[in-house]
């Protein structure tokens, strides 16, 4: 009992170690959400708008507290009563070299604490944090669209290393029918029903499949490489995947991410325009300072005070505010325009994907058809094979035709899952 559970852990151990090793397109996603720089970016670009606001609010509502100081000095050399006397700060020479008295004062000497309150901004913190808002939205529906095109890129990878695995199992199955044939071939020669050089034919052939065998590994080698590097991945322990069946999206006739991005870059130039408009507003603040302030040599009788308000009005500025509105409604009517040009161009990919998706689905039936027939007549080879009834050159080329019927369905059969993929991506 003890052997069977150590048994039973051991299996879950290596499946889970096989499962690891063998992703599907879902592990591959996740990953390129994860890693992808573009999602970060956009989402530390809200954080940084959730900071910009609060600055903008500190600025519109906070009152901003500085302290200054000043000391000037204006020293003198009066000649006042035919004496030369080096004066710091002169109490009033009538006769002296150095700067003018009445514009130095002799000296300055500052140091108060101010402050400043802006007043009646309130309507400007809401143009503010409405553009925050309208930026933040545009960071989100922007990683969306991200997401979204990852999700085409990656999966379209995916069904790139796919299709080189599914024509490798073709390649594979191939080979083995004619190593079986190679085994009663032998046998053949040596009974003198078939001739040495029928067998080397086949052996020959039979190493151009190993050789196209090896191509079509390394070709899903470098498509796995690729695929990972898209996904930001490193990890050497991943060698294959997991089959995939992609199924089209139903038709979306509502929210659409792709014109919400539209809507949102229409709203933000809006925004913009409500902002320049700020600079029209009346602007009101209250200011008031305290502390020391004189000229000469300071005493405590100069502390004191001051308080006021200071106004400004944006009366005339040369007609800009006119010329930001003209600007404003040039690039609505610039992404009006590139608006309709993207709904075109998403109804006639729509249609052509359809149209292409009917074509391909014919075409595989038809191969699908040929493939039953070709097997059939594989079969009726193969005994007339045992029995010496024909050449090795027509058996060659049956091997040929199959395998070559095999990768055409795989190809047609991955590219119905990438006008799948396009599809989705389309209507979305």
């Known amino acids: 009992m003890k052997k069977r559970c150590i048994l039973y852990y051991l299996f879950i151990l290596i499946a889970g170690i096989i499962q690891a090793q063998q992703p599907d397109l879902n592990y591959f996603l996740d990953q390129a959400r994860t890693n992808s720089p573009l999602i970060q970016k956009n989402k530390d670009a809200n954080k940084v708008l959730i900071l910009d606001l609060k600055q903008t609010e500190a600025l519109l509502k906070s009152p901003e507290i500085n302290l200054e100081s000043n000391i000037l000095f204006a ?16 109490p009033g020479a009538t ?13 300055q000497f500052q140091a108060f604490i101010s402050v400043r309150q802006p007043l009646l901004n309130g309507s400007s913190l809401k143009t503010y944090s409405a553009r925050s808002d309208i930026s933040r939205r545009k960071n989100e529906n922007a990683t969306t669209l991200t997401i979204h095109e990852l999700e085409q890129l990656v999966g379209y990878q995916y069904i790139l290393c796919l299709k080189s695995k599914v024509q490798i199992k073709n390649s594979e199955s191939v080979i083995k029918l004619l190593n ?94 409500s902002i320049t408009q700020l600079k029209y507003k009346p602007q009101l603040s209250l200011f008031a300072n305290a502390g020391l302030n004189a000229v000469y040599v300071p005493s405590f009788n100069r502390l004191g005070f001051s308080a006021g308000l200071t106004f400004s009005w944006n009366i005339y500025d040369g007609g800009q505010r006119r010329f930001e509105l003209e600007k404003s409604k040039v ?8 608006k309709d040009n993207f709904i075109t161009q998403q109804e006639i990919n729509k249609n052509k994907i359809l149209n292409q998706m009917k074509s391909l689905k014919e075409r595989i039936l038809i191969i699908e058809n040929q493939l039953i027939q070709y097997d059939k007549l594989y079969d009726a080879y193969q005994k007339e094979l045992s029995q010496g009834q024909i050449s090795i050159m027509d058996f060659k080329n049956l091997l040929k035709d199959i395998t070559a019927k095999n990768q055409e369905k795989t190809v047609l059969e991955m590219e119905k899952q990438v006008l799948i993929n396009s599809s989705n991506y389309w209507n979305y």
Not at 95 to 107: C, E, F, H, V
Not at 331 to 338: A, I, K, P, V
Request: proline share 2%; aromatic share 8%.
């Open 95 to 107: 006769n002296y070299s150095g700067y003018d008295q009445a514009n130095t004062d002799g000296g």
């Open 180 to 273: 079986d044939q190679l085994q009663l071939m032998q046998k053949l020669v040596e009974h003198a029903i078939y001739k040495q050089t029928d067998l080397m034919l086949l052996q020959i052939e039979y190493q151009n499949l190993e050789l196209q065998n090896k191509t079509l590994d390394d070709e899903f080698k470098s498509n796995l490489y690729d695929l990972k590097l898209l996904c930001g991945i490193n990890d050497p322990n991943i060698k294959d995947i997991q089959p995939v069946e992609l199924q089209m999206k139903a038709e979306t006739n509502g929210y659409s991410s792709f014109l919400n991005s539209f809507k949102l870059d229409s709203l933000n130039i809006v925004s913009e325009q």
């Open 75 to 90: 020293p003198i050399i009066s000649h006042d009563n035919n004496t030369n006397r080096f004066e710091l700060t002169s």
């Open 331 to 338: 690039n609505l009517h610039t992404l009006q325009f590139e």
